[in-house]
Each structure stands twice: as structure tokens, then as C-alpha cells.
């Protein structure tokens, strides 16, 4: 116990140092280093953004030398909107069964005709009823069979194709295939969700899948969660119909409630409500690119543009229909329906509307990212300001180095210059634990300082367990060296067998924790592997140092 | 001369207070229950579901003026409590809480809660005027994720505890296990009654701060049981009764001192790490310290009621970090 071969020494040397170089970086603000990221005052000016850029990078590398990893501070610390998102697989497919419907109606339509009634669709299970069992039964499932869709890259098949009573054939959504579409729709629904909060790709948002059908979203700075909710909110379906601003048209549909069969009643931005064809003439998927642009009013409006294909479609819709109004729906809102004064080629369209600037910008980002397959349901929402955040790093980087400072003095006057190295060795386990945080890029939450300074108090504990023993031999009458020997290898047993079960409880709190909890439990497990090894290996190794060089008769403890 | 918080070559019978302490613990023990089932736990949103919304209050702005705009707009209990800001020019708090929203419509009650969540926002938004409203905080959880959460922590309790059981049996004897579990679930009681007495929100960092008491109280209970082993070797022909009050005598300037330093980083946590630690600081202090007594009276006389095994080979015993002694 008391021998420290060269390699102990060096091994000791090399954890230590290691931490520390880890730990480091969190010393310096990216603005001292010189490579916080300003925003360039002209950002439309391309030679000053690159050279601001190369600039940031000869910054960057300057501190080769440094780790670049810094702990993450959770949102709690540093501000920010957290977001829980659930999609329902049932709703998911419901929707994609009705994609499919028109797939169905042409397959059962082509020659030889098998007679049917339209499918009816009663949430995920779709009914179709054949008119002449006995001879198109067979052929009407071989049908449906083929034109059955795989999901995703699985080959999981979306339906199955069942006879139900003597004339009617079922599809259901099995379960396989409602995991298999519910992971589909949250990979694509992640990506949409990017593209809509950050359509530039520069925040620091994080997204990740939670489960089979959840999605978190973190969003650090962001002190408004209202418009986040409002930009995913919204399904995003963008359509092309022809629309009919007849008034007396109109009025007849309101006051009757029942347009005519190819038309609907919709709500519109401008005025009142319209009428529009139900079948629309494009689609958002038609969309090639959208964004903020102004009109001739100099008001902030969306511009896009359409794919080559839509582009020659709208150029012949428009030369068809001169004279004639369209509208451009968003979830069944009109939100822009000019008239048609010529043939527009190109596939160049604006949506004008009295919108602000921010809201032109999540418009168009909406319109680009494209349709949500299902809507979101949001089930557990945290923001946390700026100001409280910042209030947090202070109160509990304060109680850190109070907590600290009372532990050290409490240590020194228990047991002396013993208990003066069990001190340094606890700040060595601080440094330790930041190194470790940093290096594992974990991230540091309020509960988490909690963490830090509770190890702080429990990280005596082995010291303690040992200069006990340490006294109790002294007692007994053994010189120092016999004493620190004894001192060490009896506490051993005891001090891992306390250690691994909290260790045990840190990790099941790090299983089932979220968020903030998770932190505490991160810092707690590193604490607990970092104290056990800066009391029995970093305090001995001073304790050694000491009765080597001073060879004391007797420790004063 | 050096600190003792506990003199040394002592010889205090604990173990003869045992039916003392037992007294005080079933009296504990039955106080919580009580103050659990009638007055419960001031369940905080993460389980009770609801929303909280901390604003920066203005001074010309009243308590009684947000509870005016706020409360229309809910169905059920609004409360409006404000805090005087701490620092020089720190502004004055109010804190919005209410519970879950019934759903209007086809709305889901996940939909129901985010409405009267923006709707309370925008309300407040309005009333206090944009340029100077200022969200310190704000959280809704639907009724779903809360009874997740809800679980979850208690099946995180569970399963620590069990775990824990296992690694004791396997180390010590099951005497030893049956006797640690008993002083946590001593502990984990007590801490909730204290909870429910005081009304202190309890929240997701209150099952955190439940399971570190959980891991401190059994951290505690091992460094005596590791003790009572060793005696029990060195002395067999003791009765078990004076080695288990060897053991917590030999052990008590360690228990001390520990307790004292972990409480004191945590009074430090209480007093200084602001509001939002205050309820799990809380919670560990008051854990720590009966942890600390139930290590002596509850898990060490329990081991003495059920007895261990004493013969030449212990059974149990496994190779590896086993010390000498």
C-alpha cells in the first residue's frame, strides 16, 4: 500500500494532467480565445463573410493545443425551449391509406372492370365493397396485393388484404407496419422540423428521436416557445386549386352549408370565405425552393418557385384560365387568390399578404420544408429565460466554492496536514469531474452543479473512512508508516462496497431521469469513480510523499 | 489541537436504545403516513401535469391585476404568487401556476393544456405590454408525460432498491440486505412525510434528490455493517448484541464527520444555489440526516433482531476487494 513504483507515479501524473487538459478549455470564453462567432455587418457582402470566416479559422487553430470540447450547459443554465412532440401512429396511417386510395381506385377501375362502390375509410381500415363477388372477388384481392406499398427502405408491406362477409374486402394497417411507418414518419418529420426552425442550418437547435413515435427539440437561446409551436403546428399543406370569387356563388354555399360537389368552402386570408375546386391542380411537393422576398409595395411576402415539370403544368393552367382566379391554400386557408391577367411562365409565384417580416420568413420556411405526414402533439413544454438561466450559473457556481471552502476548512481542522491533503486531492476530483464532463461532452445542469457539490461533501467521505482507521492504528500504537498501511487496506472493503452502491443508484437514475435529472445523475457517477480514486490513490500518494521526505515520528491527527 | 466531533475509545450502548428508536420511528413513520394520505404531496407539475408561467413583474403591475387577466381564461385554481427579487436590481417575480386544462371540442387534453398555456401567455403579454414582458420560466406538461413521469420515478426507486438488495446479500449476508432495505425505506418515507408536512413541491428533482438519499443512507449503513463484520470475525465468541455497538462506536467519528461535510455542502446548496435547488436541497438535508440515524438504529438493529451467520467460513464471502482485517 505504501509503494508508489515510477509507472503508479506516472499513471497518476497522466490522469491528473489529463483531466485538467480537459478541463481547461471551460476557463476561457470563445470571445478571449478570439473565435466567437460575430455576426458580419454586412452579410450580403460575400468577401467580407469569407474573409471573416477564414479569419474565425486561423483563430481557431491558433489554440490547436486545446481540447475543443467545453461542457454542454443544459438548457436550465443557459436559456432556452425544450419541446416533447408525440406523433399518433393510428393518425399516421389513417393518412397514409388515403394517399393510397387513388392508387387503389385505378387498379380496381382497369379492364376488366371490377364493379365496386368508393372505398370507405373509417379511420386506419378501409372498406370496399364488390358488386360481383362470386366472379371479381379473386381478382379485386390478387389486385389490391400487387399494388400493396412497402414502407420506408423496409419491406414491410402497408396493408392486408382480407374478405370480410361475402362481398367485402378490408385493409387494415397491421402493427408491424404501424411501427415501421411511425419510425418512417419520425425520421422524415425530424428533418422537416429542421428545416422549418432553422431553414439556414446555423442554430444550435438539437432534434433528436425519443422512443418510436416522440421527437425532443432543444433549442438553446430561444427565449419564445409560442412560435415554435406555431411554425410545427401547422401541417404545411400547400395547394394550387382554381378558386370562384363569385360573391353570389359564395353567399349561396354559406347560407345553403353544401356547395356544389367539386367545390369547397374556404376560409381565406384576404376576405370572408371563397370557393375552390376540391381537387387541387398542384401540391407542395411541386415546390422547388421558397423564401422571403418583398412585392412591389416593398411589404415582406414569400416567393417560390416550382419544379420544371409544375412549372410547364402552372404555365398551362394559367394560359387556360385567363381571366379566372387561383388560390394558393395553406391547410385550408386561402392565403393569397389573384386573378389571372396572363399566362405566367417560369414557375415564378408570390404569395402577397400584409405579413411581417419574421412572418414571411417561417411562412417560406414552412412552404420549403414541406407537409408534416401527421400533426404533432406537443406534450411537454420548458423555457427557461436568459436571466434565470444566468441567476442559476451564479447561485450555484457561488454554493459551489462555499460548499468547498467549509469542507476544506472542516478537513484541516479535523485532521491537520492530513486532512490538508485530503483537500488537495478533492480539488484534483473537481477537476477530475469538469475534465470528465467536458471530454464525455455531457452536459451540466442545475441539479448537476447539485451534483458536483454534494460529491464535493461525499468525496471526503473515503478520506475520512481511511484517516480513521489511520487514527484508531496510531492509537494502538503502531509508528505512521505501519499505521497508513493498515489505515488503507482495511478501509478498502468498506469503501467500495459503499461506493458501488451508490454507484447503483446514479445509474438507475441516469436510466429513467430526463433532462435536468439525467445531468445529476451523470455528475453523481463520475463524482463517485473520481473520489474513490482521488482519496485512495491521490491522498495516499501525498500521504507517502509527506513520510518519505519528513519521516514524522508520529502523525498529528 | 485537532477537531473531534466524537471522542475517542468510546463505549455508548446504541443498541440498547433500540427499542427507544423503535418507538420514535414507528411514531415517524406513522406521522408520514398520515400527513401522506390526508394532507398528500404538493405534487409539482411534472407529475401533477399543469403549467407554471415566471414572469418579471412590474412594479405598477399588481398580483390581484394577473390573477384579473389570467383567471378568465381557466377553468379551475389560478394562483399568483410574487417573490421579491433578490440583488440590487433584480426585478420582482410573479409565478402563474395552474392545473390541467379540461379539452373543449375535439381538442386532446395535450392540445387543451398548450391553448390555455399560449392563450395565458399572450394574455399576460398584453396586460403588462410587450417591451417590458419578460418570461423567466416557463413549462406546461401535459396530463400524458406527467403520469410517464410519475412512474418512471417510482420505478427508478424500485429498482434501485432492489439492485441494491442483491449487491448486499451478495457482499454481506441477507440479514444485512433485509436490514439496509428497511432503513431506506425508512428514509424514503420519512423524507416524503417531511414533504408532505411542509409542502414543499414535489417534482422529478425531488426522486432524484430521493434516490441519492437512497445511496447515501445505504453508503452509510454499509460503512457500519462493513465494521460489524469485521468484529464479528475478530470476536466470535462475543454475543452479537456488544459487537454491533463495537462496531458503531469504532465507526461513529467517521459518521460524523461525513454527515458533517456532506451537510455542509448542501446547507451551502440551500442558502446560496437559489431558488430552484432550494426543494431538493431541502430534501437531502433532511435525508442525510435521518439516513445517518437509521444506519445506527434501524438497519443495524435489524440485522441484530434476525441474527447472522457466525460459523468459521462465512458463506457468502466472495473473493476479490475483501480486506485483511
Known sequence: MLNFPIWKVGLIVVVLLWGAILAVPNMFSDGFLGIEPKEVSDPTNEVAVAAYEQQLREAEDSWWFLPSGKLNLGLDLQGGVYLLMEIDPAEIAANRLETVQSDIRSALNRNPLVERNPPVQNEDRLTIEILNPEEDMDEAIRRLNRINPTIGTTQTELFRVQQTGDQFIQLTVPANARTALATDAQAKMMEIIRRRIDPDGVAEISITPQGDNRIILEAPGEADPKRIKDILGQAGRLTFNMANLDQSAIRAAVVSGRPSPREVLVDSMEAGQILINRIPELTGADIATANRCFDEANFPAVCFRLNSTAATKFYNLTRNNVGRNFAIVLDGVSMSSPTIRSPIPGGNVIIEGRFTIEEAEDL?????????????????????????????????????????????????????????????????????????????????????????????????????????????EQANGRSPATAIQAGYERALSAILDANITTFIAASILYLVGSGPVKGFAVTLAIGILTSVFTAFVVTRWFTVLYLRTMRPKRLAM | MLLRLWPEKTKVSFMSLRFIALIISSAALAASAIMLTTKGLNLGIDFAGGAVIEIEQPDDISAQDIR???????????????????????????????????????????????????????????????ERFQIRSEASVGPKVSGELFRSGIIALTVALGLMMVYISFRFQWQYALGAVAALFHDVILTMGMFALTGFEFNLATIAALLTIVGYSMNDTVIVFDRVREEARKYKKLELFKVVDLAINATMSRTLLTSGTTLLALLSIFLFGGPVLRGMSFALIFGVIVGTYSSIFVASAVVLLLGIDRGDKPKREVEGFQGVG
Open chain 1, 364 to 472: 417560406a420556411a414552412i412552404i420549403e420544408a414541406g407537409e408534416l405526414p401527421a400533426k404533432l402533439n406537443f406534450l411537454d413544454e420548458r423555457t427557461v429565460g436568459p436571466t434565470l438561466g444566468a441567476e442559476s450559473i451564479a447561485a450555484g457556481s457561488r454554493a459551489s466554492m462555499i460548499g468547498l471552502a467549509l469542507v476544506g476548512v472542516f478537513m484541516v481542522l479535523a485532521y491537520g496536514l492530513i486532512g490538508g491533503f485530503a483537500v488537495g486531492s478533492l480539488l484534483s476530483n473537481i477537476v477530475l469531474i469538469i475534465g470528465a464532463l467536458s471530454g464525455f461532452g455531457a452536459t451540466l445542469t442545475l441539479p448537476g452543479i447539485a451534483g458536483i457539490i454534494l460529491t464535493i461533501g461525499m468525496a471526503v467521505d473515503a478520506n475520512v473512512i481511511v484517516f480513521e482507521r489511520i487514527r484508531e
Open chain 2, 68 to 130: 384579473d387577466v389570467v383567471e378568465p381564461l381557466i377553468i379551475g385554481e389560478v394562483q399568483v404568487n410574487s417573490a421579491r427579487g433578490t440583488g440590487p436590481n433584480a426585478p420582482n417575480i410573479a409565478i402563474v401556476r395552474f392545473k390541467p386544462q379540461p379539452p373543449v371540442g375535439d381538442e386532446t387534453p395535450d392540445d387543451a393544456q398548450n391553448r390555455a398555456g399560449d392563450e395565458v401567455s399572450a394574455a399576460l403579454r398584453e396586460l403588462i405590454g410587450a
